[in-house]
């Protein structure tokens, strides 16, 4: 395969992906040092250890997040891990997702990922944590999931969140739409601590 044909395979993987995975292309016959001299030559940008756009993509500002969430399952396609059938339960989470969706004031890192298993990684600004995510419990931005409104509320106590933000948290929440049954149902089956749930129960009320 001469260097046209490993451009022409990265473009596609780049316009199916985005952001893209060394372990994403090895799958589709790019060897690593054909990644390591297109990087040279300025086709590729690195956005993490593992991870690049091509050059031409514009820059968006969750593309260390998208690294962040690819990179935890590397090898695999995004469409393999976010259908119904098929999911793989790693989301945006907590302080991240509540900055993604606009409610109170959080910043987007360090980054907040959650997942069914313990998963390790080298990046100090991600912070992964176990707990369990259901597929209706996300939705999507640039092309990843986000745990939604009412799941974030929920979590953003679990993750020991200063309760006043997420007071202001829930009151922009409520502006946009918020499913207050459904937030009690959730923080009730949130097998939270004892703690977390008078937090929970002080701040979304007593129904939790």
Not at 33 to 39: D, G, M
Not at 155 to 184: F, N, Q, Y
Request: proline fraction near 4%; hydrophobic fraction near 40%.
């Amino acid at each position: 395969m001469n260097r046209r044909d490993y451009l022409s395979i990265m473009s596609e993987l780049s316009a199916s992906e985005g952001v893209f995975t060394t372990a994403q292309a090895l799958r589709l016959g790019i060897p690593r040092n054909v990644l390591a001299k297109a990087r040279e030559a300025g086709k590729l940008v690195r956005i993490a250890h593992g991870a690049y756009r091509m050059a031409g993509t514009p820059a968006s500002q969750l593309d260390e997040l998208t690294a962040a969430w690819k990179l935890a399952d590397p090898a695999k396609m995004t469409h393999e891990r976010v259908p119904v059938d098929a999911w793989d339960g790693i989301a945006v989470a907590g302080n991240t997702a509540a900055s993604i969706l606009g409610i109170g004031d959080f910043y987007l890192s360090p980054y907040r990922i959650l997942a069914p298993r313990r998963i390790n990684s080298r990046n100090v600004e991600t912070r992964f944590g176990v707990r369990d995510i259901t597929r209706n419990e996300v939705s999507f931005a640039s092309g990843i999931p986000v745990t939604s409104i009412e799941r974030t509320l929920v979590d953003l106590v679990l993750d020991g969140e200063d309760p006043s933000l997420v007071e202001d948290a829930l009151s922009d929440a409520r502006e946009k739409g918020l499913d207050e049954e459904r937030l009690i149902r959730l923080a009730a089956d949130a097998g939270a601590s004892a703690q977390a749930k008078r937090k929970m129960a002080r701040i979304f009320g007593e129904g939790t």
